[in-house]
Protein backbone atom coordinates (compact mmCIF):
# COMPACT_ATOMS: atom_id res chain seq x y z
CA UNK A 1 0.00 0.00 0.00
CA UNK A 2 1.36 3.40 -1.62
CA UNK A 3 2.08 5.50 2.29
CA UNK A 4 0.69 9.54 1.94
CA UNK A 5 3.80 10.38 3.84
CA UNK A 6 5.85 10.08 0.40
CA UNK A 7 3.89 12.48 -1.20
CA UNK A 8 4.54 15.96 -2.01
CA UNK A 9 4.69 19.10 -0.03
CA UNK A 10 1.81 21.09 -0.82
CA UNK A 11 -0.59 22.07 2.42
CA UNK A 12 -2.91 19.81 3.79
CA UNK A 13 -2.33 17.42 0.68
CA UNK A 14 -0.21 14.62 -0.20
CA UNK A 15 0.35 13.10 -3.63
CA UNK A 16 1.95 8.81 -3.62
CA UNK A 17 4.42 8.20 -6.37
CA UNK A 18 3.75 7.87 -9.47
CA UNK A 19 3.81 4.55 -11.26
CA UNK A 20 6.15 3.97 -14.11
CA UNK A 21 2.97 3.35 -16.23
CA UNK A 22 2.68 6.15 -18.94
CA UNK A 23 -0.63 8.12 -18.54
CA UNK A 24 -2.00 8.62 -22.26
CA UNK A 25 -4.09 11.75 -23.15
CA UNK A 26 -4.35 10.32 -26.64
CA UNK A 27 -6.67 7.64 -27.91
CA UNK A 28 -5.25 3.98 -27.88
CA UNK A 29 -6.18 1.21 -30.20
CA UNK A 30 -9.63 -0.32 -29.59
CA UNK A 31 -8.49 -3.64 -29.39
CA UNK A 32 -6.39 -5.51 -26.43
CA UNK A 33 -2.86 -5.61 -26.50
CA UNK A 34 -2.63 -9.19 -27.72
CA UNK A 35 -3.86 -7.78 -30.99
CA UNK A 36 -6.71 -10.13 -30.95
CA UNK A 37 -10.59 -7.98 -31.26
CA UNK A 38 -12.29 -7.04 -28.31
CA UNK A 39 -15.25 -8.82 -27.12
CA UNK A 40 -17.91 -8.32 -24.27
CA UNK A 41 -16.43 -11.71 -22.71
CA UNK A 42 -12.57 -10.92 -22.78
CA UNK A 43 -13.46 -7.00 -21.89
CA UNK A 44 -15.46 -8.50 -19.26
CA UNK A 45 -12.74 -11.14 -17.75
CA UNK A 46 -9.91 -8.21 -18.02
CA UNK A 47 -12.27 -6.62 -15.41
CA UNK A 48 -13.15 -9.13 -13.35
CA UNK A 49 -9.32 -9.96 -12.91
CA UNK A 50 -8.65 -6.16 -11.46
CA UNK A 51 -12.15 -6.25 -9.38
CA UNK A 52 -10.30 -9.78 -8.01
CA UNK A 53 -7.36 -8.23 -7.71
CA UNK A 54 -8.51 -5.32 -5.67
CA UNK A 55 -10.38 -7.43 -3.64
CA UNK A 56 -7.39 -9.26 -2.38
CA UNK A 57 -6.74 -6.36 -0.68
CA UNK A 58 -10.25 -4.94 -0.08
CA UNK A 59 -11.91 -7.67 2.10
CA UNK A 60 -15.90 -7.04 1.43
CA UNK A 61 -17.27 -3.89 0.15
CA UNK A 62 -17.95 -6.19 -2.68
CA UNK A 63 -20.22 -3.49 -4.07
CA UNK A 64 -18.02 -0.74 -3.47
CA UNK A 65 -15.70 -2.00 -5.36
CA UNK A 66 -18.07 -2.91 -8.56
CA UNK A 67 -19.23 0.71 -8.26
CA UNK A 68 -15.76 2.10 -8.08
CA UNK A 69 -15.26 0.07 -11.41
CA UNK A 70 -17.99 1.11 -12.77
CA UNK A 71 -17.71 4.97 -12.11
CA UNK A 72 -14.56 4.82 -13.73
CA UNK A 73 -16.01 2.86 -16.68
CA UNK A 74 -18.56 5.88 -16.78
CA UNK A 75 -16.23 8.77 -16.91
CA UNK A 76 -18.13 10.09 -13.26
CA UNK A 77 -17.04 11.03 -10.24
CA UNK A 78 -18.08 9.27 -6.73
CA UNK A 79 -19.39 10.73 -3.70
CA UNK A 80 -18.77 8.29 -0.34
CA UNK A 81 -20.12 8.66 2.72
CA UNK A 82 -19.33 6.56 5.09
CA UNK A 83 -17.97 6.81 8.92
CA UNK A 84 -13.85 6.63 9.10
CA UNK A 85 -12.21 3.08 8.64
CA UNK A 86 -13.85 1.40 6.18
CA UNK A 87 -11.18 0.99 3.60
CA UNK A 88 -12.67 4.47 1.21
CA UNK A 89 -8.66 5.36 1.07
CA UNK A 90 -7.81 2.13 0.60
CA UNK A 91 -9.82 1.16 -2.18
CA UNK A 92 -8.84 4.15 -3.96
CA UNK A 93 -5.15 3.54 -3.28
CA UNK A 94 -5.63 -0.03 -4.40
CA UNK A 95 -7.45 0.76 -8.07
CA UNK A 96 -4.73 3.23 -8.71
CA UNK A 97 -2.28 0.41 -8.57
CA UNK A 98 -4.22 -2.31 -9.87
CA UNK A 99 -4.76 0.64 -13.01
CA UNK A 100 -1.30 1.36 -12.75
CA UNK A 101 -2.31 5.11 -12.50
CA UNK A 102 -1.17 8.23 -10.29
CA UNK A 103 -2.53 8.47 -6.92
CA UNK A 104 -3.57 11.90 -5.06
CA UNK A 105 -5.11 12.35 -1.39
CA UNK A 106 -6.00 15.78 -0.84
CA UNK A 107 -7.29 16.32 3.10
CA UNK A 108 -10.01 18.77 3.08
CA UNK A 109 -9.32 21.43 6.35
CA UNK A 110 -11.26 24.98 6.64
CA UNK A 111 -7.86 26.72 6.38
CA UNK A 112 -7.14 25.32 2.83
CA UNK A 113 -6.52 27.45 -0.18
CA UNK A 114 -7.49 26.81 -4.00
CA UNK A 115 -4.01 27.31 -4.90
CA UNK A 116 -3.33 23.96 -2.11
CA UNK A 117 -4.83 22.03 -4.81
CA UNK A 118 -4.41 23.85 -8.40
CA UNK A 119 -1.08 24.96 -7.98
CA UNK A 120 0.57 28.58 -8.30
CA UNK A 121 2.78 30.51 -9.71
CA UNK A 122 6.44 30.11 -8.15
CA UNK A 123 9.52 32.75 -9.03
CA UNK A 124 12.43 31.43 -9.92
CA UNK A 125 15.11 34.25 -9.10
CA UNK A 126 17.68 33.15 -11.02
CA UNK A 127 16.03 32.87 -14.44
CA UNK A 128 13.75 36.16 -13.13
CA UNK A 129 10.51 34.49 -14.19
CA UNK A 130 7.75 32.64 -13.37
CA UNK A 131 7.28 28.89 -13.33
CA UNK A 132 3.93 27.01 -12.80
CA UNK A 133 3.87 24.46 -10.52
CA UNK A 134 0.58 22.03 -10.93
CA UNK A 135 -0.89 21.16 -7.64
CA UNK A 136 -1.68 17.38 -6.57
CA UNK A 137 -5.00 17.47 -8.11
CA UNK A 138 -3.34 16.71 -11.48
CA UNK A 139 -3.52 12.56 -11.37
CA UNK A 140 -5.46 10.03 -12.45
CA UNK A 141 -7.05 9.22 -9.02
CA UNK A 142 -8.04 11.88 -6.88
CA UNK A 143 -9.41 11.25 -3.25
CA UNK A 144 -10.87 14.25 -1.71
CA UNK A 145 -11.01 13.16 1.84
CA UNK A 146 -14.07 14.98 3.87
CA UNK A 147 -14.81 17.62 1.06
CA UNK A 148 -17.25 18.89 3.51
CA UNK A 149 -14.57 20.76 5.30
CA UNK A 150 -12.86 22.70 2.89
CA UNK A 151 -14.65 26.47 2.60
CA UNK A 152 -16.84 27.16 -0.64
CA UNK A 153 -14.33 28.56 -2.79
CA UNK A 154 -11.87 25.19 -2.70
CA UNK A 155 -15.47 23.24 -3.23
CA UNK A 156 -16.24 25.57 -6.26
CA UNK A 157 -12.36 25.27 -7.61
CA UNK A 158 -12.27 21.38 -6.75
CA UNK A 159 -15.90 20.64 -8.35
CA UNK A 160 -15.06 23.12 -11.70
CA UNK A 161 -11.88 21.29 -12.69
CA UNK A 162 -14.13 17.65 -12.33
CA UNK A 163 -16.53 19.19 -14.79
CA UNK A 164 -14.24 20.80 -16.87
CA UNK A 165 -11.65 18.07 -16.35
CA UNK A 166 -8.78 21.17 -16.80
CA UNK A 167 -7.47 23.81 -14.50
CA UNK A 168 -6.73 27.31 -15.32
CA UNK A 169 -3.31 28.23 -13.95
CA UNK A 170 -1.42 31.28 -15.44
CA UNK A 171 -3.21 32.08 -18.18
CA UNK A 172 -3.11 28.70 -19.85
CA UNK A 173 -5.65 25.04 -19.74
CA UNK A 174 -3.70 22.29 -18.41
CA UNK A 175 -5.28 19.14 -18.77
CA UNK A 176 -6.31 16.64 -17.00
CA UNK A 177 -4.30 13.15 -17.03
CA UNK A 178 -7.19 10.28 -18.76
CA UNK A 179 -8.36 8.46 -17.26
CA UNK A 180 -9.75 11.41 -14.40
CA UNK A 181 -11.43 10.03 -11.28
CA UNK A 182 -12.65 11.92 -8.09
CA UNK A 183 -13.48 10.32 -5.15
CA UNK A 184 -14.76 12.64 -2.17
CA UNK A 185 -16.05 11.35 0.83
CA UNK A 186 -17.94 12.80 3.62
CA UNK A 187 -18.67 11.55 7.48
CA UNK A 188 -22.15 11.74 8.23
CA UNK A 189 -21.29 11.50 12.13
CA UNK A 190 -19.90 15.10 12.84
CA UNK A 191 -21.34 18.19 11.83
CA UNK A 192 -19.31 20.88 13.33
CA UNK A 193 -16.93 22.58 11.74
CA UNK A 194 -18.21 21.35 7.76
CA UNK A 195 -19.40 23.17 4.61
CA UNK A 196 -22.21 20.84 3.48
CA UNK A 197 -22.00 20.80 -0.40
CA UNK A 198 -24.79 22.61 -2.27
CA UNK A 199 -27.45 20.66 -4.73
CA UNK A 200 -25.25 22.56 -7.74
CA UNK A 201 -22.35 20.84 -6.58
CA UNK A 202 -23.78 17.51 -5.47
CA UNK A 203 -25.34 17.05 -8.78
CA UNK A 204 -21.49 16.97 -10.13
CA UNK A 205 -21.13 13.54 -8.98
CA UNK A 206 -22.39 10.71 -10.57
CA UNK A 207 -22.97 8.75 -8.14
CA UNK A 208 -23.38 8.51 -4.34
CA UNK A 209 -22.56 5.56 -2.31
CA UNK A 210 -23.46 4.50 1.26
CA UNK A 211 -20.29 2.86 3.07
CA UNK A 212 -21.96 0.65 5.76
CA UNK A 213 -19.85 -1.54 8.32
CA UNK A 214 -18.54 -5.05 7.37
CA UNK A 215 -19.98 -7.85 8.75
CA UNK A 216 -18.87 -10.02 11.58
CA UNK A 217 -17.03 -12.92 9.28
CA UNK A 218 -15.48 -10.16 6.98
CA UNK A 219 -14.68 -8.50 10.40
CA UNK A 220 -12.45 -11.40 11.29
CA UNK A 221 -10.77 -11.74 7.87
CA UNK A 222 -9.96 -8.32 8.10
CA UNK A 223 -7.93 -8.70 11.28
CA UNK A 224 -6.04 -12.19 9.50
CA UNK A 225 -5.38 -10.85 6.09
CA UNK A 226 -4.05 -7.33 7.50
CA UNK A 227 -1.44 -9.17 9.95
CA UNK A 228 2.33 -8.50 9.92
CA UNK A 229 2.29 -8.69 6.46
CA UNK A 230 -1.01 -7.04 4.53
CA UNK A 231 -1.19 -7.98 0.63
CA UNK A 232 -0.82 -5.91 -2.37
CA UNK A 233 -2.30 -5.55 -5.10
CA UNK A 234 -0.22 -5.84 -8.78
CA UNK A 235 -0.80 -4.04 -11.46
CA UNK A 236 -3.81 -5.52 -13.86
CA UNK A 237 -4.63 -2.77 -16.66
CA UNK A 238 -3.34 0.37 -18.07
CA UNK A 239 -4.74 3.33 -18.51
CA UNK A 240 -4.20 3.21 -22.03
CA UNK A 241 -6.55 0.27 -21.78
CA UNK A 242 -8.98 1.97 -19.40
CA UNK A 243 -9.08 4.44 -21.44
CA UNK A 244 -10.33 1.93 -24.66
CA UNK A 245 -12.91 0.62 -21.72
CA UNK A 246 -14.23 3.61 -21.35
CA UNK A 247 -14.79 4.15 -25.27
CA UNK A 248 -16.53 0.63 -25.27
CA UNK A 249 -18.50 1.21 -22.21
CA UNK A 250 -20.17 4.57 -23.97
CA UNK A 251 -20.80 2.15 -26.90
CA UNK A 252 -22.84 -0.55 -25.18
CA UNK A 253 -26.59 -0.85 -27.12
CA UNK A 254 -29.48 0.82 -25.02
CA UNK A 255 -33.02 0.14 -26.49
CA UNK A 256 -34.79 3.34 -26.93
CA UNK A 257 -37.68 1.76 -24.57
CA UNK A 258 -35.06 2.10 -21.71
CA UNK A 259 -34.00 5.70 -23.07
CA UNK A 260 -37.43 6.49 -21.87
CA UNK A 261 -37.80 4.60 -19.03
CA UNK A 262 -35.07 5.91 -17.55
CA UNK A 263 -36.77 9.68 -18.26
CA UNK A 264 -39.92 8.78 -17.04
CA UNK A 265 -38.08 7.60 -13.86
CA UNK A 266 -36.44 11.17 -13.53
CA UNK A 267 -39.40 13.10 -14.20
CA UNK A 268 -41.38 11.43 -11.72
CA UNK A 269 -39.45 12.98 -9.22
CA UNK A 270 -40.44 16.18 -10.50
CA UNK A 271 -43.70 15.78 -11.07
CA UNK A 272 -44.90 13.02 -9.06
CA UNK A 273 -48.45 13.49 -8.79
CA UNK A 274 -48.56 12.71 -12.42
CA UNK A 275 -46.54 9.00 -12.15
CA UNK A 276 -48.34 7.82 -9.17
CA UNK A 277 -46.75 8.99 -6.31
CA UNK A 278 -48.73 11.43 -4.49
CA UNK A 279 -48.16 10.18 -1.46
CA UNK A 280 -44.15 10.92 -1.46
CA UNK A 281 -45.02 14.26 -3.65
CA UNK A 282 -45.19 16.69 -0.30
CA UNK A 283 -41.44 15.20 0.46
CA UNK A 284 -39.47 16.13 -2.56
CA UNK A 285 -39.69 19.81 -3.03
CA UNK A 286 -36.81 19.98 -6.30
CA UNK A 287 -36.61 16.61 -8.59
CA UNK A 288 -33.84 15.58 -10.14
CA UNK A 289 -32.08 16.98 -13.46
CA UNK A 290 -31.16 16.09 -16.61
CA UNK A 291 -27.77 15.18 -15.83
CA UNK A 292 -29.23 12.49 -13.57
CA UNK A 293 -31.07 10.72 -16.62
CA UNK A 294 -27.27 10.99 -18.62
CA UNK A 295 -25.84 9.37 -15.27
CA UNK A 296 -28.38 6.94 -14.90
CA UNK A 297 -27.67 5.58 -19.07
CA UNK A 298 -23.94 5.81 -18.69
CA UNK A 299 -24.34 4.15 -15.23
CA UNK A 300 -25.77 1.48 -16.66
CA UNK A 301 -23.96 1.06 -19.96
CA UNK A 302 -20.68 0.58 -17.62
CA UNK A 303 -22.20 -2.29 -15.28
CA UNK A 304 -23.16 -4.07 -18.61
CA UNK A 305 -19.80 -4.05 -20.03
CA UNK A 306 -18.64 -5.46 -16.13
CA UNK A 307 -21.23 -7.96 -16.66
CA UNK A 308 -19.74 -8.85 -19.87
CA UNK A 309 -22.74 -7.77 -22.30
CA UNK A 310 -22.78 -5.01 -24.73
CA UNK A 311 -26.46 -4.36 -24.25
CA UNK A 312 -28.21 -2.74 -21.21
CA UNK A 313 -30.99 -4.98 -19.05
CA UNK A 314 -33.65 -3.42 -17.49
CA UNK A 315 -31.96 -4.66 -14.29
CA UNK A 316 -28.62 -2.73 -14.93
CA UNK A 317 -30.96 0.62 -14.80
CA UNK A 318 -32.60 -0.40 -11.44
CA UNK A 319 -29.33 -1.36 -10.03
CA UNK A 320 -27.52 1.93 -10.37
CA UNK A 321 -30.43 4.23 -10.40
CA UNK A 322 -30.64 4.74 -6.82
CA UNK A 323 -26.80 5.16 -6.69
CA UNK A 324 -27.94 8.25 -9.25
CA UNK A 325 -30.44 10.06 -7.69
CA UNK A 326 -29.49 10.09 -4.21
CA UNK A 327 -28.21 12.95 -4.33
CA UNK A 328 -30.50 14.75 -6.82
CA UNK A 329 -33.07 14.94 -5.14
CA UNK A 330 -34.09 18.04 -2.40
CA UNK A 331 -36.38 17.29 0.13
CA UNK A 332 -38.57 19.08 1.43
CA UNK A 333 -39.15 20.53 5.03
CA UNK A 334 -41.52 17.90 6.02
CA UNK A 335 -39.59 15.00 4.25
CA UNK A 336 -36.53 16.66 6.84
CA UNK A 337 -38.70 17.21 9.86
CA UNK A 338 -40.21 13.48 9.68
CA UNK A 339 -37.08 12.30 8.70
CA UNK A 340 -37.65 10.71 5.45
CA UNK A 341 -34.85 8.75 3.97
CA UNK A 342 -34.03 9.51 0.38
CA UNK A 343 -33.62 6.23 -0.18
CA UNK A 344 -37.18 5.69 0.69
CA UNK A 345 -38.62 7.93 -1.99
CA UNK A 346 -36.43 6.70 -4.26
CA UNK A 347 -37.70 2.84 -4.25
CA UNK A 348 -41.09 4.23 -4.17
CA UNK A 349 -40.36 5.59 -7.92
CA UNK A 350 -38.28 2.70 -8.93
CA UNK A 351 -41.88 0.67 -7.61
CA UNK A 352 -44.04 2.83 -9.15
CA UNK A 353 -43.28 3.75 -12.82
CA UNK A 354 -43.61 0.56 -14.58
CA UNK A 355 -40.54 -1.06 -16.55
CA UNK A 356 -40.74 -1.69 -20.48
CA UNK A 357 -41.44 -5.18 -21.79
CA UNK A 358 -38.98 -5.07 -24.29
CA UNK A 359 -35.98 -7.40 -25.68
CA UNK A 360 -32.50 -5.53 -24.65
CA UNK A 361 -30.75 -7.36 -27.62
CA UNK A 362 -29.45 -5.14 -30.35
CA UNK A 363 -30.44 -7.51 -33.01
CA UNK A 364 -33.68 -8.28 -31.48
CA UNK A 365 -34.64 -4.36 -31.44
CA UNK A 366 -32.97 -3.86 -34.95
CA UNK A 367 -31.56 -0.16 -33.86
CA UNK A 368 -28.48 1.33 -33.24
CA UNK A 369 -27.36 2.05 -29.95
CA UNK A 370 -28.63 5.33 -28.15
Given at each position: MWEARAGCSFTGVTRAPRSNATVSTSPSNDTPASGSPSTPAHDAERLERAVLEVKRVIVGQDRLVERMLVGLLAKGHLLLEGVPGVAKTLAVETFARVVGGSFARLQFTPDLVPADILGTRIYRQGREE????????????????????????????????????????????????????????????????????????????LFKLLIEYPGVEEEREIIYRMGSE????????????????????????????????????????????EHGLSDVASWIAYGASP???????????????????DYVLPQDVLEVAPDVLRHRLVLSYDAVADQVPVDHIVSRVLQTVPLPQVSARPSAAGQGPA
Open positions: FDVELGPIVANFVLADEINRAPAKVQSAMLEVMAERKLSLAGRDHPMPDPFLVLATQNPIENEGVYPLPEAQRDRFPPTATQVLTPAELVRLQRTAAGVFVHHALVDYVVRLVVATRLPDRASLGIVSGARALALVRGR
